[in-house]
């Protein structure tokens, strides 16, 4: 559905009642996490909800992937520990009992270990039959206000870190074309190899189950501006929203896209020969539990960098903060990062 | 899928990690909600999330449903005050932006003027296409402990209060049968008239956008002992739901049942006549955002009753607690209350 429609349903939801209006400066629809200050003195709740449909074959990886993602958009508001994890979950309506009694507790329990990683359990949900699979989940933390990165604070001269590489979209898809020997396979199958194709849908499971816990802990000890993490608007189009909820009229100019290796060359030519175009070079790629986008002061960006890598994690230095109208770019010839893990 | 199934698959999200699994006297999964102890001394978060498919024709009446279903599992653990909604919504995909620009809106508003009802903003969610409508939400509350009944308090000698009427899955039904004229409606179309199924349909509608907070507001004034609202499973698989968790060895007999008028005639009926069994009469009929079913001293029980009905809801003595082992059952003969709106 266009976002621009849905931005417009979402208009509704706003209350119409004064007394439900006034007097709260919380966060909400928009931004990766809703904000809202409690009736306890210093004390928000943070929380976040997404659900979406299986994107790769093997279910314990989708449950590690589906929990990550679901966190993510705490850890993009700098929010480190999360209180309770609610399961969201929709089993496909066509599977025998068989089938679900392997594909549903794999599921689980990849869900189940990612959390225990984050520290988190789970303790409540919804289960529902449905015609697709559904996996997802609601994170809630309850936590003093200084524990929250409100994402406004960019001043020109800041500097943007990513913290996984782009790319996931077209690494699934490809192994998707390739597995099923489907029509888009045809012209692929000319452009890129197999083994490079099974490499970026490794790496992709591999980043897409990694929390983004650590990115959001460093944050705080690195005096992060704001972030937001990467979905399915891509790199350009969260770029754009973290732009446009700043105070400062900020740009965010993004000069360098890691990229999964070698999905960039196999993008450009897919275009080129008339085939998908994923936009990845353009920074519309979708990407699912992508990283963090991170704004940090110029003089401590190395350090967030050199730290997220000490600790087995990834980051780059991407895009820097100007003076501007609170909107974001990438540059016409970005720096490619080839990314392995 | 049978309740036994997903309860084991359930079991699955339970931690395996030690230092997630002691030292933490939370409720969890099974409970209406579960209730987190946080790190802030005598906070707790209590929150729950529901979604499902549509079941009456109306937009705007399935939007205040979902919306007074989510929050109803807060209200049966006697919490009057939700902090935050999220909205969970799947847009069917075989819909036209035309009836999507219709459908969605309406769905919203009664989402949003029922959510105001209860003094709840919606700040957030997730939206997805899918091939059938989903409506849900997720209802959070940060409260202190003494704003919680944790449902474990009945004794000997209790009394159990139902606050709307059971009937709403036939009254779904048989309405769906008539208006789109099934194969079933041929035999139903003998035992009932028309009047009849468009008036239960109505007041189910009615009963069913109903907020519970007044019955959760009373429970704290006339000392409920525990609740549980009354959904999927029907009155007595929650009323069982309930017994289990009780500390006392006590069992919870319900000796009356309130239907929407009409229908224990109409089910019994197409029983007989070899038609679909709703087994509304063994208390096994899935209700949608159906009734608390409140366990109160018998002293306070009338009282209870007569508050509900002076602020002009709706309430009845429907079951006795005695000495047991943890289960409910339903009196071979229940008395029958037939009620309108």
């Known amino acids: 559905m266009p976002q621009v429609e849905l931005l417009k349903y979402l208009e509704t939801l706003k209350p119409t009642s004064p007394a439900l209006t006034t007097d709260r400066p ?9 904000v809202i200050p409690t009736r306890h003195a210093g004390i928000s709740l943070v929380e976040t909800t ?11 990886m989708m449950g590690k992937i589906a929990c990550a993602n679901v966190l993510s958009d705490l850890y993009a508001m700098g929010v480190v520990h999360c209180d309770n994890m609610l399961l969201l979950l929709g089993i496909a309506r066509d599977m025998s009992s068989v ?21 988190v359990t789970i ?10 699979m559904i996996v997802g989940g609601v ?10 990165i409100i994402p406004d604070k960019a001043l020109p001269g800041d500097v943007l870190v990513l913290t996984k590489p782009l790319g996931t979209q077209p690494a699934v898809n490809l192994h998707q074309w390739m597995t099923m020997k489907t029509a888009s396979w045809e012209l692929a199958s000319t452009l890129v190899n197999e083994e490079l194709v099974l490499k970026a849908y490794q790496d992709a499971t591999i980043s897409m189950s990694t929390l983004n816990q650590q990115a959001a802990r460093l944050m705080h000890k690195h005096g992060a501006k704001c972030a ?11 770029s754009k929203n973290l732009a446009e909820s700043q105070v400062a009229n900020v740009d965010f100019n993004i000069h360098t896209l890691p990229v999964l290796a070698g999905l960039d060359k ?41 730290d997220m890598i000490e600790g087995g994690g990834k980051a780059w230095l991407v895009g820097d903060v100007v003076e501007g109208s ?5 540059a016409a010839d970005p720096k490619i990062i080839e990314v392995t893990y």
């Open 139 to 148: 994170a809630t933390s309850v936590c003093h206000d200084n524990e929250i």
């Open 26 to 34: 919380s966060v909400g629809i928009g931004l990766d996490s809703c």
């Open 266 to 306: 196999v993008c450009r030519e897919l275009i080129e020969r008339g085939g998908r175009n994923f936009k990845l070079l353009d920074g519309l790629a979708s990407e699912t539990s992508g990283g963090l986008l991170v704004c940090l002061p110029v003089s401590s960006a190395q350090a967030y960098i050199d």
């Open 123 to 132: 303790n409540g949900g919804q289960t529902v039959q449905n015609p697709w």
């Open 326 to 330: 609170k909107t974001s770019s990438i």
């Open 50 to 60: 997404d659900f979406f449909y299986p994107l790769i074959n093997d279910p314990y």
């Open 228 to 238: 937001t993490d990467v979905t399915g608007f891509g790199l350009l189009g969260h």
């Open 99 to 119: 089938e679900r009694s392997v594909v549903v507790p794999m599921l689980l329990e990849g869900f189940r270990d990612l959390a225990a990683e984050a520290g």
